[in-house]
């Protein structure tokens, strides 16, 4: 069972965002590189399934596109790069393990070089990794430390392993284990960026290594502030997802006006996140608006923080607490206030204990 500290989301963000996670560092780097410029099916009728796959991808068909990419493989006898690496991200989105495991495993089977091997089991673990989240399943977490272990003797200084298997480790309760993993992880990245950031939180602790964490980023607000998901430990943040054309947004903007003013001195960050292409036209509307909490433009549903988030509908708005665990995901103008005083509550009753502590 779940910590009752670290409540469950809905499956419309994970695992989406926890993946989306996994895949931003630069091992995933390499992940996303390879998607591009992995090869597709060979076998001519695969090819045409495998097309069938890409245009219900384009009109969002997910479950769709993902019994496409299968058959294209099995039709060109599961040897196709590009259709297995869609079997894995698809198969995680949507919880299909067995297709995701798959399509991993045949990676693993046609990887060669050292660094092929490392890529290949790193991918396997962090299904299993994921899988075993979703499923509570610790003979699930054991088979991805395994993963890891092989990635890691391929490639021994490939920090993205280190850190998964890490992750997988204090799911296994290997407490030690898991912060001596975060401490070399932390050793090989540079200073400031969100994955270090996390992986530090982790080291003082490793129960939040266990816990549904929103994605760790950085980004820089129109008055030219540098804001760490990380950097606000202590505090609870309301994420808002909108843009200056979707019209329930703009009705909701006195509600998010409301809780920022009525909030303001305590321990709550609104951090509006704009998914407009149009900078100007979202700076103008800014400004003319009033919205004077800290603002950001992600220049659309493909950008970098809209994406870990998994957003593709708003006003989307995701609540996190002062640990940085997320609490509560909303699509629409929800209202949130009740939650949010309860979670600014418990934020002060910390912040309080840390000052009387010796």
């Known amino acids: 069972m779940w910590p009752k500290r670290f409540p469950t989301i809905s499956s419309a963000l994970f695992p989406i965002a926890l993946i989306s996670v996994a895949l931003s560092c630069g091992g995933p780097v390499l992940w996303a590189a390879q998607q591009t410029t992995a090869q597709g099916p060979t076998n001519e009728k695969a090819q045409r399934t495998y097309m ?13 596109a993902l019994d496409a990419f299968k058959k294209a493989d099995k039709q060109d006898g599961g040897h196709c790069p590009a259709c297995q690496l869609k079997m894995i991200k698809y198969g995680i989105e949507l919880g299909d393990w067995k297709t995701a495991e798959t399509g991993a495993e045949e990676v693993v089977a046609e990887a060669q ?3 092929e091997v490392a890529v290949a089991h790193y991918r396997l673990g962090i299904v299993l990794l994921y899988e075993g989240i979703n499923r509570n399943k610790e003979e699930v977490f054991s088979r991805a430390h395994d993963e890891f272990t092989k990635a890691l003797t391929a490639a021994p200084k490939f920090p993205e392993a280190i ?20 401490e070399k992880f932390v050793e090989m990245k540079p200073e400031d960026t969100p994955d270090r950031q996390r992986a530090l939180r982790f080291i003082a602790e490793p129960e939040l290594a266990r816990a549904r964490m929103a994605p760790p980023f950085e980004v820089t607000t129109a008055d030219g502030r540098q ?50 292409s149009d900078e ?24 970098p923080v809209a994406k ?51």
């Open 52 to 64: 069938e796959g890409m245009e219900y991808l384009r009109r969002r068909m997910q479950e769709a």
């Open 113 to 115: 070089t050292p660094k």
């Open 163 to 182: 850190l998964g298997d890490g992750r997988v480790l204090a799911y296994l309760k290997r407490d030690d284990e898991a912060k001596a993993c975060f």
């Open 227 to 276: 804001i760490s998901l990380d950097d606000l430990a202590g505090k609870v943040v309301l994420i808002d997802f909108w843009a200056t054309w979707c019209g329930p947004c703009r009705a909701a903007l006195p509600h998010v006006k409301e809780i920022a003013k009525k909030f303001d001195g305590q321990p709550l960050v609104v951090l509006s996140i704009s998914v407009d």
């Open 280 to 303: 100007a036209k979202w700076k103008d509307f800014v400004a003319k608006n009033e919205m004077t909490w800290p603002q950001y433009c992600d220049h659309g549903f493909t950008g």
């Open 308 to 358: 870990l988030f998994g957003v593709r509908a708003i006003p989307h708005t995701f609540t996190v607490d002062a640990d940085g665990v997320l609490q509560e995901e909303h699509i629409g103008d929800a209202s949130i206030e009740s939650k949010l005083k309860k979670l600014v509550k418990r934020a002060e009753e910390a912040r309080s204990a840390q000052k009387t502590q010796p």
